[in-house]
Each structure stands twice: as C-alpha cells, then as structure tokens.
C-alpha cells in the first residue's frame, strides 16, 4: 500500500506544479488573450487527465486493499462509481477556486478572498456532506470493516493531494 501512496502522492503533485499559483502568478509573461487561452486549455487538458490518472490509481489502491469477493465486488463498485461522480463535481469546484485564486494572485481584494475563501469552505462541507450521506449505502453492500478501510483510504489519498495543494500554494497577498 505504501508503494500505491507514493504513486498517487506523485500524480497529485503532479497535478499540482501543472496549476501552481505561484508559476502562474509569478511568470511574468502575460501572454495575448489568444495565446492565454489556448495554454490555458491545455493546461486545463493536462489537469484533467492528471485527475483520471489520480482516480484510476485511486481505484486499484481500492480494489487491492478491500480484497472484495465476486460478490462484494458486484454491489460495490457501482455504489463508488456514483460516489466518484458526485465527488468529481464538488473537486471540479475546488480545481475552479484554484483557478481563480491563481489567476488572482498578488492583486486580489478583500472581496474576492472572501469569497474565495467561503467557496473552498463549501467545498470541504460538501465532500464530508457525500462521506455521510454514502457510508450507509455502502454500509449496506459490504461488511463495516470494509467500509472502514474504504473511506480510511479515501482519506489518505485526499489527505496526501490536499497536501500537495497546500505547499504549493503561496499566501493570500495583502492589498
């Protein structure tokens, strides 16, 4: 399992230095509109696959650590499926605060790091929100001990990319 962690604490790093504030923030080179958008596209195609390879990685840390029978594994994965869609709406959300604030780095205003600050607090709210409206759904597919582990390793994973998040990202600048 520690050998899967590393991994996955490499893939959310490197999530991480593709969408870094601080490079953004700090490169100097304001690039034309046109060319702005087509790097942000990109950077935001990198992210994106980034994050699928975080999940699948995610998933096999799962799947090997659960050791599901056939039949566990039958009324399981579809009940973490759905969890992993809603889960990747709250994060599209967390990744969009991310966006912003960098954008924002080094000349934003009170306002704005209010508000920031109030929608990365929504998003941690509802990630716990879909921990307990999941854990008796899938308290009723598979044993409790399995249920433990799962969301043990649920948050390991996000403990290890909030991590990489958070030392990468400089502090708020005072206006």
């Known amino acids: 399992m520690k050998k899967t962690i590393a991994i996955l604490s490499f893939v959310a790093g490197a999530a991480v230095m593709v969408c870094n504030p601080r490079t953004m923030a700090q490169s100097g080179n304001a690039p034309s509109s046109q060319s702005s958008s087509a790097s942000q596209s990109g950077i935001?195609?990198?992210i994106q696959m980034l994050r699928q390879d975080l999940r699948s990685k995610k998933?096999?840390?799962?799947?090997t650590n659960l050791q599901l029978t056939d039949a566990d594994a039958t009324k399981f994965w579809p009940v973490y499926d759905q969890y992993v869609a809603e889960?990747?709406?709250?994060?599209d959300e967390k990744y969009a605060v991310i966006k912003?604030?960098?954008s924002a780095w080094g000349n934003?205003?009170?306002?704005?790091?209010l508000s920031l600050t109030n929608r990365a607090l929504a998003v941690e709210e509802?990630?716990?929100?879909?921990?307990?409206?999941y854990f008796p759904i899938f308290s009723?597919?598979?044993?409790?001990s399995k249920v433990a582990t799962f969301f043990q390793i649920e948050r390991h994973v996000q403990a290890l990319v909030d991590l990489q998040l958070t030392a990468q990202l400089p502090l708020v600048q005072a206006q």
């Not at 998933?59 to 799947?63: L, P």
């Not at 889960?87 to 994060?91: D, G």
């Not at 934003?108 to 790091?113: L, T």
């Not at 509802?126 to 409206?133: D, F, G």
């Open 59 to 63: 998933k096999q840390t799962i799947a």
């Open 87 to 91: 889960l990747t709406k709250i994060n």
């Open 108 to 113: 934003m205003k009170d306002e704005q790091a």
């Open 126 to 133: 509802s990630v716990a929100q879909l921990r307990i409206k």
């Open 140 to 144: 009723k597919v598979v044993s409790g």
């Open 44 to 46: 935001d195609r990198d």
């Open 100 to 102: 912003e604030y960098a």
